[in-house]
């Protein structure tokens, strides 16, 4: 199975660099309907630690600072806390803070509202979404949303994007630690998707710097509602 995590590794990679999101709630699912929803947790939040981790170095002078540094304060705690908690998170309540906050993103982009996230907002949301992440993996495409509504896109969204997964990784990966999900029997795919989310970082910053601001702004959008929809259907 070791070449279909390569590929899957890829895969999220490449959407992750190009659209800033997405690539982690794909790869979650398809590990889960592989290895199973624990063992999909396990796999996966080791290997977007360090494939955000890498993301983030790449392009490093793109991330907005004051920002990233709002909703990682708030998102590093909530992950952690999250994590211990697995699984607690009622579904609905994930699928509505979805809907809500991808209607308000795309309001904003199309011109119908005009506003921007306080700053002094951005470490509760973090706390309270870096919570969802570390119970429900795929919950992390909720930063996505916040992050757009600030005003952020292009580089500067995926960049700070990126930084901030990896805080929420890293309090997902505690936690996860403490329940103790890792064993060695997941040690190969682990390294295996990690590589290739590596490759796949590579590979989507060359795509990226092909494409127009108007076209990597719908690539944002599109694949944020594509992963709404996913969620909602209960497969997120």
């Known amino acids: ?4 995590f390569l590929l899957l590794g890829l895969g999220a990679g490449v959407l992750t660099t190009i659209a800033g999101q997405g690539g982690g709630l794909l790869l979650l699912l398809a590990c889960s309907a592989l290895i199973g ?3 999909a947790l396990a796999v996966t939040a080791p290997a977007l630690l360090l494939g955000n981790l890498h993301r983030s170095l790449l392009l490093r002078t793109h991330i907005d600072r004051p920002t990233a540094k709002r909703v990682i ?7 952690l806390l999250g994590g211990l908690l697995a699984g607690m998170t009622p579904a609905w309540v994930l699928r509505c803070l ?8 795309i ?22 979404i870096g919570g969802l992440t570390g119970t429900a993996g795929g919950a992390g495409i909720l930063f ?6 600030t005003g952020l896109t292009g580089r500067a969204f995926v960049a700070t994007t990126s930084a901030v997964a990896v805080a929420a990784h890293i309090g997902r990966v505690a936690g996860y630690a403490g329940l103790g999900l890792f064993s060695k029997s997941l040690i190969a795919p682990t390294v295996a ?7 796949g970082n590579a590979m989507g910053g060359r795509i990226h ?3 127009t601001p108007r076209r990597s702004m719908a690539i944002e959008y599109g694949a944020l509602v594509v992963c709404v929809v996913l969620s909602v259907a209960g497969l997120g």
Do not use: D, W
């Open 1 to 4: 199975m070791i070449p279909l």
């Open 193 to 199: 998707v990690t590589v290739a989310i590596f490759a």
């Open 144 to 149: 996505a949303p916040v992050l757009l509504s």
């Open 73 to 79: 304060a708030g998102a590093l705690p909530g992950a």
């Open 107 to 128: 309001a904003k982009a199309l011109g119908y509202v005009r506003f921007r996230v306080p700053q002094n907002a951005l470490a509760p949301a973090g706390f309270v």
């Open 37 to 39: 929803p624990h063992e």
């Open 98 to 105: 979805l809907v809500v906050l991808t209607a308000v993103a």
């Open 209 to 211: 710097e092909l494409l």
